[in-house]
């Protein structure tokens, strides 16, 4: 598992060149959504988890979140085929025929994300499968998703450890 520094340096450095490096024609290797969908909900997911302004259901059993969050601080990786928690149907829409403002935006809200939690480090935010979360773990749990939509597109080998 990298470091939380190391994880810092993976979202704003090396995850939004690896998306920039998209034209948006490629086929996933799992799943339906396109390059251009993909990134909307990577960003949704960051929109989502900061300054959270709705109500929020966890769907996990409160007996199973302390294994949830104990996956996001292992080194197992999200697996191919995961469904998308219904959240995700309230983010914000992009332009999806304008590839190149939505992968700017993803860098943008790569690099605001974590200047967010480095002021916020003790604001929680509630997901809906991994409960509440807050500095770090949020950190992990964006680092192991966008890690998965990255091999979804074969952007980081398959086997590639997390």
Known sequence: MKTINEIKVFLTET??????????????????????????????????????????????PQED?????????SDKQIRFGAKKPYLYDHGTKLDLNN???????????STDFIKYVEANPEKTSV?????????????LFHYKHITHHL???SL????API
């Open 15 to 60: 995850a939004p060149q690896l998306v920039n490096s998209l034209n948006g024609d490629e086929k996933p290797i799992f799943g339906v959504m396109t390059a251009p969908q993909m990134i909307e909900h990577l960003c949704q997911a960051y929109e989502l988890t900061k300054d959270q302004q709705m109500e929020v259901e966890i769907v996990t």
């Open 156 to 159: 980081i080998e398959e086997s």
């Open 127 to 139: 997901h809906p499968r991994f409960g509440k979360l807050k500095g770090d773990l949020l950190l």
């Open 99 to 109: 590839l190149a403002e939505i992968k700017k935006d993803f860098e943008n809200r």
């Open 65 to 73: 979140l302390e294994a949830y969050k104990q996956f996001l601080l």
């Open 151 to 153: 091999k979804q597109f």
